[in-house]
Nanobody, 127 residues
């Protein structure tokens, strides 16, 4: 079973950039679909982006398209989320998640689709 640890969060001004990392240990990293979710105060945890095992398939929620880029380095057992043009509404705790399956189904944006989660990293966008 893979374990996930996020890092890279912090305080950034509107319009700024951050890169989040999700480091994995245990299991075979290349077997997992990976995703980022985020949870803002008093809101449900929501899907942000997914990347398939090979990196050939990527999905984003509409709110971050054109600003965020998900990627992975299977040799380094690490996934990334490059966040540009950050807005106040991007403020949230960001979580990475994994699913051990080679087929991406239509349920990829739901929390129950994933069986392993990291502990989260706080991103605050404020002037």
């Amino acid at each position: 079973q893979v374990q996930l640890v996020e890092s890279g969060g912090g305080l950034v001004q509107p319009g700024g950039s951050l890169r989040l990392s999700c480091a994995a240990s245990g299991g075979t990293f290349g077997d997992y679909q990976l995703a980022w979710f985020r949870q803002a105060p008093a809101k449900e945890r929501a899907f942000v982006a997914l990347i398939s095992q090979s990196g050939g398939t990527r999905f984003y929620t509409d709110a971050v398209k054109g600003r965020f880029t998900i990627s992975r380095d299977n040799a380094a057992n690490t996934m990334y989320l490059q966040m540009d043009s950050l807005k106040a509404e991007d403020t949230a705790v960001y979580y990475c998640a994994a699913r051990d399956s080679r087929i991406v189904t239509s349920a990829y944006s739901t929390r129950d689709y994933y069986h392993t989660w990291g502990q989260g990293t706080q991103v605050t966008v404020s002037s």
